[in-house]
């Protein structure tokens, strides 16, 4: 029954897109997941056949088999680190059978801000109909909910080059190899979600060219725009943090009918000169409206009147986000996307009206293969010094419980086997026989030094904490990131900070032992009384530190559509470090009753006393 799905969802999608069947769409869905365990064997059976003849499976001695027990004996959970040979094998040109029984033809990259350089994993054609399907399930469930007729789309997309590897593979980011392919753009036209930007402004070499006129092309077709998104709620925020800036020299180009001289890419120049028509009176209404705004406030609304709703990735790392996105979008609901990652989509949210802090994904059981780690398991097995202990035994999609914690593995048609994604997820409910998730966090842990352990989700949760404190002087921080400082005898927790003003100096003192304060982990707590861990430190970074940052990944090839800015700076993120390093201007060390205070650009160190 799966097998013949799957090739009939592959024969419409090669054939002329027809109208999108939102009813159709629902009632497959849901037929699939009321036997989400029968899909899912069905789905390894296909990917197992589909690569018998690949050299990976054949030296784990699978000989043929397809079913699940066989296939969990024979093959190990692995991490990136142990498919990394294989992979360098086809980026170097090897064309035979490695990963998968037909040649990887394209690389995609993932955003490298964790390690500080992008990882190489396999993609082919499948995983663009896995992704296609996301996107279809998901549109159906949210136009249910939001309904949106012949409507333009104000995305914030954006696509870098691909390239040719060594071997002659191309390459490119994985929303690149979405972007570029042929049937993307049709499939988008069939789901009523057509970008206001023209092609030439979305595959634009220069990011802040595409950004200007983007904002420039939803402002054109400000009536028509019912939706706003992006691919991460980052890219959103940071739309509209440039429009505040330059929102005049907007409103200048659509008055004259003239581009402005900061846009040189001869492509956007001539394309947007096209749409570009002198337009006194929208001019006018935009400037207007602008001047009428209280800080900003229902921004969104303000220019797009029509839109229902903005959306894009708001949960795990885009969650600090949200504050400000909520700001610029007054009354508009937030909708946040699917569930997925560089390696393979995994779920899609099927329960739109939930807020982005509440959402949960329904596991789409026909794009791969999933299993799931107790969290129990890694616990008990000091995941942090044993990523790959032989006592794990993931559970199947069908056997995970109600309110446990997971660590997700997944198999997918594209080469990846038993592969460990590093996400911990919370099983919130079933969508008839498919778990709900939630996604927690990453399961690596962040910031460790001695027996302490913090996630990104503690540290997030310390931030937020301290930014409450630093909003009594009505400001907010733009941006964050760690550092575990082992220079010194003990090592200490740093943490970077931009804000979006001038603070006081008992303000940010008070910020500093609020962050210390905020580590509640039991490990922590312990070694900082005894000076096993030494003072927390707050570093506070010039506006438009963490710009340059973006600015570095995007020299490496990354695309804004996936940038996520890194919430902890290791040794191999050296670059990163320096840039933060170098743009430091105040610096608190958090003691037991004192917060000393050093501004780098005086000779002075004045210390204020806390209670």
């Not at 096209?274 to 400037?287: F, G, R, S, T, Y």
Request: one cysteine or more.
């Amino acid at each position: 029954m799966l097998e013949l799905w799957f090739k009939r969802v592959v024969k419409n999608m090669l054939e002329k897109v027809e109208e999108f069947n939102m009813e159709k769409v629902i009632q497959e869905f849901e037929t699939l997941t009321k036997d989400a365990g029968r899909v899912q064997r069905e789905t390894l059976k296909r990917i197992l056949e589909d690569n018998a003849s690949a050299e990976y499976l054949q030296n784990l001695g699978l000989n043929g088999r397809t079913d699940p027990e066989s296939f969990k004996a024979c093959v190990p959970l692995v991490t990136h680190k142990e498919l990394e040979p294989y992979i360098h094998r086809i980026i170097d040109g090897d064309t035979s059978s490695i990963l998968t029984g037909k040649p990887i033809t394209t690389m995609s990259l993932s955003s490298g801000t964790t390690q500080g350089k992008p990882k190489y994993l396999p993609w082919n054609d499948e995983l663009f109909e896995t992704t296609m399907q996301i996107y279809q399930t998901s549109f159906a469930y949210r136009n249910r909910e939001f309904p949106i007729k012949n409507g333009k789309a104000l995305s914030f997309i954006y696509s870098s080059k691909q390239f040719k590897t060594k071997g002659g593979v191309a390459a490119g980011t994985a929303t690149t190899n979405v972007f570029r392919n042929s049937r993307y753009k049709r499939e988008m036209k069939a789901l009523q979600s057509q970008c206001c930007s023209p092609d030439e402004v979305i595959f634009g070499p220069d990011f802040f060219q595409s950004l200007y006129c983007h904002l420039l092309c939803g402002l054109i077709f400000h009536e028509e725009v019912q939706l706003v998104s992006s691919v991460f709620a980052h890219s959103i925020v940071h739309a509209f943090r440039t429009f505040e800036q330059v929102w005049e020299e907007l409103c200048t180009d659509i008055k004259q009918g003239v581009l402005s001289s900061r846009i040189t890419v001869p492509s956007i120049r001539a394309v947007m000169s096209k749409l570009l028509k002198p337009n006194p009176e929208l001019a006018n209404l935009i400037h207007a409206k602008c001047v009428g705004l209280s800080n900003w406030y229902g921004l969104i609304p303000e220019l797009f009147p029509n839109a229902k709703y903005v959306y894009g990735i708001m949960t795990g790392s885009m969650e600090p986000y949200l504050k400000k996105m909520r700001h610029y979008a007054g009354e508009l609901p937030l909708l946040t996307a699917d569930y997925g990652s560089s390696e393979g989509w995994i779920a899609a949210n099927v329960n739109p009206r939930l807020a982005p802090e509440f959402a949960t994904y329904a596991v789409l059981p026909q794009i791969g293969y999933f299993e799931f780690i107790p969290l129990t398991q890694l616990e008990n097995n000091d995941a942090s010094s044993s990523f790959l202990s032989i006592d794990l035994n993931p559970v199947g999609l069908s056997e995970v419980k109600v309110g446990e914690e997971y660590e997700i593995v997944i198999t997918n048609p594209a080469g990846l086997y038993r592969y460990r994604l590093g996400d911990v997820v919370k099983v919130m409910g079933f969508h008839n026989s498919t778990p709900e998730l939630k996604f927690v966090r990453r399961s690596s842990l962040l910031l460790t030094i001695n027996i302490d352990k913090n996630t990104e989700a503690d540290l997030q949760l310390a931030v937020e904490a301290a930014g409450k404190v630093l909003a009594e002087e009505k400001l907010e921080v733009v941006d964050f990131t760690s550092h575990v400082d082992l220079s010194k005898e003990p090592g200490h927790y740093v943490i970077f900070w931009e804000i979006n003003g001038e603070a006081s100096e008992q303000v940010l003192g008070e910020c500093c032992n609020c962050l210390d304060k905020s580590f509640v982990d039991a490990g922590y707590t312990s070694s900082r009384k005894v000076n096993c861990i030494g003072p927390l430190e707050l570093r506070l970074v010039r506006r438009g530190t963490f710009q340059k940052i973006l600015e570095h990944y995007l020299g490496l090839g990354a695309t804004v559509s996936q940038y996520k800015t890194p919430r902890c700076v290791g040794p191999t993120n050296s670059t990163v470090l320096q840039i933060l390093t170098d743009n430091v201007v105040k610096t608190y060390l958090k003691f037991n009753h004192l917060t000393k205070f050093k501004d780098s650009r005086k000779k002075t160190c004045p210390h204020c006393v806390l209670s």
